[in-house]
Nanobody, 115 residues
Framework: QVQLVESGGGLVQPGGSLRLSCVSS????????MSWYRQAPGKQRDLVAA???????NYADAVKGRFTLSRDNAKKTVNLEMNSLKPEDTAVYYC?????????WGQGTQVTVSS
């Protein structure tokens, strides 16, 4: 069973920054697509950013230019740098490893952007 442990959430003012991290227990981490999703109250869970095994990334339009996703295969970690945060970025952020029905999810970390 793969475990994903997220960290780095919290309360930040609009315009501020946060860094989310996700550590995987999977020894084959380097072969997996890693992604971050977020879910605001009453809304569906949406893709924020993803990074493939080769390091190619893609981002939701709402976060392009503000968020940066990177991976460290040696540490089995992905990091989501979030800058210029807006109140609408408030959500629970989930780390995901893999694709489709075989993917694994982290427990989620709360990000709140408020003054």
């Amino acid at each position: 069973q793969v475990q994903l442990v997220e960290s780095g959430g919290g309360l930040v003012q609009p315009g501020g920054s946060l860094r989310l991290s996700c550590v995987s227990s999977n020894p084959l981490f380097r072969l997996n697509t890693m992604s971050w999703y977020r879910q605001a109250p009453g809304k569906q869970r949406d893709l924020v950013a993803a990074i493939g095994p080769s390091g190619i990334t893609n981002y939701a339009d709402a976060v392009k230019g503000r968020f940066t996703l990177s991976r460290d295969n040696a540490k089995k970690t992905v990091n989501l740098e979030m800058n210029s945060l807006k109140p609408e970025d408030t959500a629970v952020y989930y780390c995901r490893q893999g694709l489709g029905s075989g993917a694994y999810w982290g427990q989620g970390t709360q990000v709140t952007v408020s003054s």
